[in-house]
């Protein structure tokens, strides 16, 4: 054989081996990758298993029988709470909707009509003795149209809702008297304490100070309960009512995007009612239109890179804050006496409201990661102190309020059980494809 043919060999020879090599690493590469997506898929199967598990035996701990003023079964934040409120059995509710259970939803909304006055206002607090008004006539939050439509939807009746009917349209009329801006059609909050936010330093949370602004939250819940009212009175055959409230909510959409939304820094910011411009503190409230799929896709895309997933500004180690990192007055302190934190600490309930937003504008892979963070967050604090708590640090995970020397007559940690078991929903779909996004259909 000649010389220049034996080099032809080796090279072919060479070649072959190398081929085989990057043919096997490749399969490697491709079956460690393959394990990896089966490791964590199988990861999230048990965080899910676990945490609805446990929840099967906490989650009947909010119930309280019918007593007194209350009429029907309540929902209450256990533990630290005796009261039923306006919110937090609103997202309770909804979670046993998801369960299979739309009754106590139902219940939640009959309790809250028995407190309509004449004037259509409705305590966001009621107890086993009335209606609890909370820093004078303070309306309950923008829920109880959707609660009436969630429950009905699931429970396909919404006969029962017919004689009382004329009374929720009165407490939206009433929300349109004291509580929208007749400038822009926008609502407000007279005080933080009335959003639920506390302290949320996008509004003002001290009785004092006299400022209101026209609030992302309190204007995206009053859109979904425009939606949802029409879509009650759809049900009901008062069509006149469909047009009036799909034109409401439309309106207000438009100004929502209109007078809230910045186009320079790609987010919706609280307007400051007597100046007309921008608060810019970046907080909770200013994710809530999300959830309700206010943006465009581009803008809420944005937005939601350039805020929310940011380790900079809202994404910590253990969930997603309620205030910027960047904000001066961020910080991860331990209240909830005479109000809880929103300045910081990861609360479960903002955790779920961002993760409609996250679904909606697609963004799987935050979601699977907030399912395993959450879900494995939780699952710690059960296993310490069977029970939850309301918020959590956000750089450390450590329970905050209530804290730990809130204790019953046993000695044992009262804790918070509430809204946060919509957690296990998070998972339930990031693991079986089965959102609950509360929305208006």
């Known amino acids: 054989m000649n010389k220049s043919l034996s080099v032809f060999f080796i090279i072919i020879l060479y070649a072959s081996c190398v081929k085989k090599e990057v043919d096997n ?23 899910y298993t676990e945490l609805k598990t446990k929840f099967s035996t906490l989650s009947p701990r909010v119930i309280q029988p019918a007593e007194g003023y209350l009429e029907y079964p309540y929902l209450i934040p256990a533990g630290f709470y005796k ?23 139902k219940y939640w909304a009959k309790n809250l009509i028995l407190g309509i006055d004449a004037e259509g206002y409705v305590s966001g607090c009621a107890t086993t003795k009335g209606p609890r008004p909370i820093f004078g006539k303070f309306a309950m939050k923008p829920f109880l149209s959707q609660g009436v439509y969630l429950a009905s939807e699931k429970l396909d009746n919404f006969e029962w809702i017919r004689p009382e009917y004329d009374k929720i349209k009165h407490v939206l009329s009433y929300r349109e008297k004291t509580q929208q801006d007749s400038i822009t059609g926008l609502f407000f909050w007279d005080i933080a304490m009335q959003s639920g936010a506390d302290n949320n330093v996008a509004l003002n949370y001290f009785q ?34 469909v047009k009036l409230y799909t034109e409401k909510a439309n309106k207000l959409k438009e100004a929502i995007n209109t007078y809230l939304w910045s186009d320079e820094d790609n987010i919706y910011y609280t307007v400051d009612r007597e100046t007309r411009e921008f608060y810019k503190r970046i907080s909770y409230s200013s994710f809530i239109p999300l ?51 929103w300045q910081g600490p990861v609360w479960p309930i903002a955790n779920y409201i961002y993760s409609i937003g996250l679904k909606k504008y697609g963004f799987d892979n935050e979601l699977a990661w907030l399912g395993k963070t959450m879900g494995n967050l939780l699952i710690d604090d059960i296993n310490k102190f069977d029970t939850m708590h309301e918020n959590y640090h956000a750089d450390t995970g450590a329970p905050l309020a209530p804290s730990d020397d809130y204790v019953d007559e046993k000695g044992k940690i009262v804790g918070f059980i509430s809204w946060n078991l919509c957690v296990e929903n998070i998972l339930n779909g990031v693991v079986n494809d089965d959102w609950m996004l509360l929305d208006i259909n």
Do not use: C
């Open 208 to 241: 004092e100070d006299k400022r209101s602004y026209l609030a992302p939250d309190a204007s995206t819940w009053q859109y979904k309960e425009y939606l949802a009212q029409a879509a009650i009175a759809k049900k009901l055959g008062k069509n006149d009512d």
């Open 291 to 341: 959830s309700a799929g206010l943006a465009s896709e581009e803008d809420g895309k944005k937005m939601i890179e350039k805020y929310l997933i940011n380790p900079g500004h809202m994404k910590a180690k253990f969930g997603y804050r309620t205030l910027s990192a960047k904000d001066p007055d961020y910080n991860n302190k331990n209240i909830i006496v005479p109000f809880s934190n």
């Open 83 to 105: 009261q039923m409120w306006d919110w937090d059995g609103f997202f309770m509710g909804n979670y046993f909707v998801s369960k299979g259970k739309p009754e106590y939803l």
């Open 25 to 47: 690493r490749n399969k490697i590469n491709m079956n460690t990758t393959t394990s990896t997506v089966e490791i964590e898929e199988e990861d999230l199967k048990n965080i």
